[in-house]
């Protein structure tokens, strides 16, 4: 069974996976890199060059590529759940976690190099009223009131061995 993390950009999911991927000792992938590699540009250029809509092709891609692989734990792009067939590939095969951060913390972070973010705080809060509603439909698990990545992994964790009982 594949973890699967969701959430808003700059909610820490790469963070959140890259410390579950060495406490369960699985394999991370991260959705937004195999867009990256199979593309040969980053994302800021696909949305430049490209548009939104063939970056959502292309992620949708690689959520169905990083579904098929077994006991692996998936960081995704915070858009992941614009498309419901991206979320019923990752659902098929894994538990669905939704790192529910406080807003005001993400805000805070630096969001360069994320498209349709930027500079602009209010551009994320947009951003989470229009998404907020389908993160809380795909989770599984919702993990909120965690300040750090690693009490996210350790929650995370906890909840995922016993979903699975290991």
Do not use: W
């Not at 430049?48 to 970056?55: N, P």
């Not at 098929?68 to 734990?73: C, G, H, K, M």
């Not at 614009?82 to 790192?99: H, K, Q």
């Not at 947009?126 to 698990?141: F, G, M, N, S």
């Amino acid at each position: 069974m594949n973890l699967v993390l969701i959430g808003m950009p700059g909610s820490g999911k790469s963070t959140v996976g890259k410390i579950l991927s060495k406490m369960l000792c699985m394999p991370l992938v991260d959705t937004d890199a195999l867009v990256e590699q199979t593309a040969g540009k980053t994302i800021p250029e696909l949305f430049a060059q490209e548009g939104e809509a063939a970056f959502r092709d292309r992620e949708t891609a690689a959520a169905r590529q990083a579904a098929a692989l077994d006991n692996t734990v998936i960081a995704t792009g915070g858009g992941i759940i614009l498309r419901p067939e991206n979320m019923e590939a990752l659902a098929a095969t894994g538990l669905i976690f939704f790192r529910d951060r406080d807003l005001e913390d993400i805000v805070g972070e630096d969001h360069m190099g994320r498209p349709l973010v930027g500079k602009d705080p209010d551009k994320l809060r947009i951003l989470y009223t229009q998404r907020i509603d389908l993160y809380r439909k795909y989770a599984q698990y919702t993990i909120s009131d965690t300040k750090t990545a690693e009490e996210a992994a350790v929650r995370i964790a906890a909840l995922y061995r016993e979903a699975c009982q290991l």
